[in-house]
Nanobody, 121 residues
Framework: VQLTESGGGLVQAGGSLRLSCAASTQTFSSYDMGWFRQPPGKEREFVATINWSGGRTYYADSVKGRFTISRDNRKDTVYLQMDSLKPEDTAVYYC???????????????WGQGTQVTVSS
């Protein structure tokens, strides 16, 4: 499974971005998906996860109420809508695929290359 993120960029604080992650597999709907991020000089951290059908989602406290994860199984794509962005959201954002709705990085089997999000103050 290959995952390709897009949609990152530079945005001012308070702005919005929508990240996309396209999967190169015909079994996309069998995977639970997650978004993680790695701020400069820090460990990769959990952001959000969504189950295979899109019926279950879970967010890190730091993004709850501002970010929304969703998926379109017809397009083999998962999204992360990011609103009310803050400078502390600056990071490389990664999507990941696995089996199981989890916040644990090691539980995901496949990873994308990441997309940079920079939020200016």
């Amino acid at each position: 499974v290959q995952l390709t993120e897009s949609g990152g960029g530079l945005v001012q604080a308070g702005g919005s971005l929508r990240l996309s992650c396209a999967a190169s597999t015909q079994t996309f709907s069998s995977y639970d998906m997650g978004w993680f991020r790695q701020p400069p000089g820090k460990e990769r951290e959990f952001v959000a996860t969504i189950n295979w059908s899109g019926g279950r989602t879970y967010y890190a406290d730091s993004v709850k109420g501002r970010f929304t994860i969703s998926r379109d199984n017809r397009k083999d794509t998962v999204y992360l809508q990011m609103d009310s962005l803050k400078p502390e959201d600056t990071a490389v954002y990664y999507c990941a695929a696995g089996v199981g709705v989890t916040t644990m990085r090691d539980e995901y089997e496949y990873w994308g290359q990441g997309t940079q999000v920079t939020v200016s103050s």
